[in-house]
């Protein structure tokens, strides 16, 4: 049995969706990051960073897995799916799962605080981010024009890149002109677990379309911002 620790946002997304995919049992935890329950010293012993999710496989001895990259790539490797065992093919997966820890979530995780979370709004932050995503956006366009998935089947790179690329509107980023990216992100948005996993913990109002909801959404996380 899976515990997981989490909180509804890209990167708990990621964690979720995979045990989904893998159908793997888990235990929800929800983290109230607004009362600062990750930094609370029973958390900080299972992930020092204070960050959610955290995953702890209580079939391995509580073995506690923090970093969502690291997460998936336990989880895929648990249960011998979405990461190939060859080493070319487990390649071109962590190529693409890196690419999205490395550029697409601090990129829109950047947008997202100068777009919607500083109360002062900072051009010039606010064009860097949402270019530089529009650009990584562009990066997976070319890759999926030629590849039904971003590496050769289906994996953990699609869903890490998901989770984050399906809150574009979020970020303020224009996905015109990517049909190739519309064709990938809808055809994931209709897998049944992908549509539960980011319902973990509780699922999000339209934020882009209620005012209120992306007021009190973006209050809460400036006051995250701080710490």
């Given at each position: 049995m899976i515990e997981l620790y989490t909180a509804s946002t890209p990167n708990g997304w990621k964690a979720s969706v995979t045990l989904e995919?893998?159908?793997?049992?888990?235990?929800?935890?929800?983290?109230?990051?607004?009362?600062?329950?990750?930094?609370?010293?029973?958390?900080?012993?299972?992930?020092?960073?204070?960050?959610?999710?955290?995953?702890?496989?209580?079939?391995?001895?509580?073995?506690?897995?923090?970093?969502?990259?690291?997460?998936?790539?336990?989880?895929?490797?648990?249960?011998?799916?979405?990461?190939?065992?060859?080493?070319?093919?487990?390649?071109?997966?962590?190529?693409?799962?890196?690419?999205?820890?490395?550029?697409?979530?601090?990129?829109?995780g950047q947008a997202n605080v100068f777009f919607r979370y500083f109360p002062e709004k900072i051009q010039p932050a606010i064009d860097r981010y949402q270019h530089e995503t529009r650009r990584l956006f562009e990066v997976l366009?070319?890759?999926?024009?030629?590849n039904e998935w971003l590496a050769d089947d289906f994996s953990i790179a699609d869903l890490a890149n998901w989770c984050w690329v399906r809150t574009y509107k979020w970020s303020g980023v224009s996905s015109d002109g990517l049909p190739n990216l519309k064709r990938w992100r809808d055809a994931i948005r209709e897998r049944p677990a992908c549509q539960r996993g980011i319902e973990v913990p509780q699922r999000l109002d339209n934020m882009e379309n209620d005012e209120k909801a992306a007021d009190k959404f973006s209050k809460n996380a400036r006051s995250i911002l701080q710490t």
């Open positions: 995919e893998l159908e793997i049992p888990y235990n929800v935890n929800a983290i109230n990051l607004g009362e600062q329950t990750q930094k609370e010293e029973w958390f900080l012993k299972l992930n020092p960073n204070g960050r959610i999710p955290v995953i702890v496989d209580t079939s391995n001895e509580d073995f506690p897995v923090f970093e969502t990259g690291a997460i998936m790539v336990y989880l895929a490797e648990q249960a011998g799916r979405l990461l190939p065992t060859d080493v070319k093919g487990r390649s071109l997966v962590m190529q693409w799962l890196m690419f999205q820890m490395g550029g697409i979530g601090p990129m829109m366009e070319r890759r999926l024009a030629e």
